[in-house]
């Protein structure tokens, strides 16, 4: 098996939600036997002159309380591994994460999601959906899940038993199906691919268009799939495919679910700014309503280290196409 993982970078702000994230980190660099850096970014307030003596003082206060806790963090994941290491820096959270990923040539980012939603993602964002934007190498997001929101869920496993992969035919998709097959033979996982049909709209002159009512179109699409869920097979992989009649937010949370999901691989352009908002992003839906991990793989080819190997996927089907899951 080709070893994707080598340098796992976790990075923390010590919330409860970073937990999980943190048990992920642990034991993923121990399957892996990877090398894992434990991260915290100090953030300044904006308009802080940083020269200003109280403001120095503000960042050494913060400076030792953070070193304190990486230490504590640092301890406990030295009982399970031997590889681990600490670093702190100042400034903007998601760019000194994704520039110590750089440095580091880390394969694989680990962070806590806090799942805001409404007002609040509004006022604060999310610093993991901007560090998937802009990360050097795949990034996997926790989400945090408080005991309320866990009792009609399955219990997740820190090693994935059971993958969804949602696909639509892109490069990005084929390269997170790359990516997702050598997951699922590291960790003996099942994988699902994901094929979401997206319901039914009227065009500007009010005609009915759909990609997909041509029967012949869906049923080149499912021809695909089955061909590319052979291949898994041939491979030694448990591998089966769903076309769910819904959009494609929906239909990844609907097939999670129905799988009892440990993770979900998606691939992403990492579009950012002004296209970012006109295209709007599957992944950042998915992001902030899932409540299982999200393993997302950027377009072009994961960076980051090491590639895997290439897999023979069948053409006859090639032509097939769908709806661009975007990022």
């Not at 080598?6 to 992920?24: E, G, M, N, Q, V």
């Not at 031997?82 to 580091?104: D, K, N, Y």
């Amino acid at each position: 098996m080709v070893k994707i993982v080598t340098h796992i970078l976790f990075a923390t702000d010590f919330s409860p939600c970073s937990a999980p994230a943190f048990r992920y980190a642990v034991e993923w660099a121990k399957v892996f036997d990877a090398q894992l850096t434990l991260f915290h970014g100090i953030s300044l307030q904006p308009g802080v002159d940083i020269d200003a003596g109280i403001a120095q003082r503000y960042l050494d206060e913060q400076r030792n309380v953070a070193e304190e806790h990486l230490k504590q963090l640092l301890n406990k994941a030295h009982q399970k591994i031997p590889h681990a290491a600490l670093e702190m820096r100042t400034g903007l959270a998601s760019a000194q994460i994704c520039e110590v990923a750089q440095e580091h040539n880390a394969d694989l980012i680990i962070t806590g999601t806090h799942g805001w939603t409404g007002f609040n993602r509004v006022i604060f964002g999310s610093i993991a959906e901007r560090v998937i934007q802009r990360a050097p190498c795949p990034v996997l997001s926790i989400p945090d899940r408080s005991p309320g929101e866990t009792t009609d869920l399955h219990t997740l496993s820190l090693q994935p038993r059971q993958i969804v992969l949602p696909m639509d035919f892109s490069d990005c998709s084929m390269d997170a199906y790359e990516y997702a097959v050598q997951i699922a033979k590291w960790f003996d996982a099942s994988l699902t691919l994901v094929y979401a049909i997206e319901p039914l709209s009227y065009s500007l002159d009010f005609s009915l268009t759909h990609p997909l009512e041509d029967k012949a179109t869906r049923k080149k699409i499912e021809q695909r799939l089955k061909g590319l869920t052979t291949v898994l097979i041939e491979q030694g992989l448990t591998a089966r495919y769903e076309l769910v009649d819904k959009p494609s937010m929906d239909a990844i949370l609907k097939a999670s679910a129905s799988q009892e999901a440990d993770l979900v691989v998606m691939g992403t352009h990492g579009r950012k700014g002004l296209p970012r908002l006109i295209l709007g992003s599957t992944t950042a839906k998915v992001l902030q309503h899932s409540a299982y991990p999200i393993l997302t793989v950027k377009s072009p080819k994961f960076e980051g280290g090491h590639h895997p190997e290439a897999i023979n996927t069948p053409t006859s089907a090639s032509t097939a196409s769908g709806n661009e899951l975007e990022a």
